[in-house]
């Protein structure tokens, strides 16, 4: 069994495993003594009981499945999110990779911290032309109008195969998801005992941890 992510359902698988690890703890679901340490630890939101973390506007989760340690998002302020690491004791030099469902500032602002402290960690992200992960797009994507002077033509009616773009954070290893996407290998997945209310019904979803058959 492999872990796959599309582009499609980047947010969406992620969203599922945080829901669903939340409202179906594995305790009472998953019988699998091997299992005792999946779990989801909220990094960065507008909720929340601890004293010991900062509530501000936006997301972030350490999933901990199957031996495997994954950030999905970063938060909407480095400060706050580094914060919130270490109040939670979660070293984040540690993680196996990172999921960044969008461009939005406030799911990628700590990547500042983030890549202070783990420069080399791998970051799957959409491929979003023009965000600030630096993929470009192809020329087509706009039309062209042939009986227009050349100068009132972009690039004199001459534009280059991709228009390219640049990101904040050229050192970053970002792995571009237009696609389906091997990220590692999976692990067998328990489950919930009872449905989720539509969207997040599981049976609509492939749990991205249960993955493809490859």
Aim: net charge positive; with cysteine.
């Amino acid at each position: 069994m492999r872990l796959r992510l599309s582009h499609g359902l980047l947010l969406s698988a992620l969203l599922v495993v945080v829901l669903g690890f939340a409202v179906f703890p594995f305790s009472g679901v998953c019988k699998d003594k091997d299992e005792a340490g999946n779990r989801v630890t909220i990094l960065y939101d507008a909720f929340g009981k601890s004293p010991a973390v900062t509530k501000a506007w936006g997301f972030s989760a350490l999933v901990e499945y199957g031996g495997k340690r994954i950030l999905f998002d970063t938060g909407g302020n480095a400060d706050v999110f580094e914060h919130n690491v270490k109040a939670l004791g979660v070293d984040l030099s540690k993680l196996d990779f990172v999921v960044l469902s969008h461009r939005h500032s406030d799911h990628i602002s700590g990547l500042n911290y983030l890549l202070r402290v783990h420069p080399t960690v791998k970051i799957y992200t959409p491929a979003e032309p023009w965000g600030p992960f630096g993929w470009g797009t192809p020329n087509s994507f706009y039309r062209r109008d042939e009986s227009l002077a050349a100068n009132m033509r972009y690039f004199d009616g001459n534009p280059p195969n991709t228009l390219s773009a640049s990101t904040p954070w050229p050192q970053a290893n970002f792995v571009r998801v237009d696609a389906v996407t091997e990220v590692a290998r999976a692990f067998s997945s328990c489950r919930p005992s009872r449905k989720l209310p539509a969207p997040w019904n599981f049976a609509k979803f492939r749990w991205p941890f249960a993955g493809r058959k490859a």
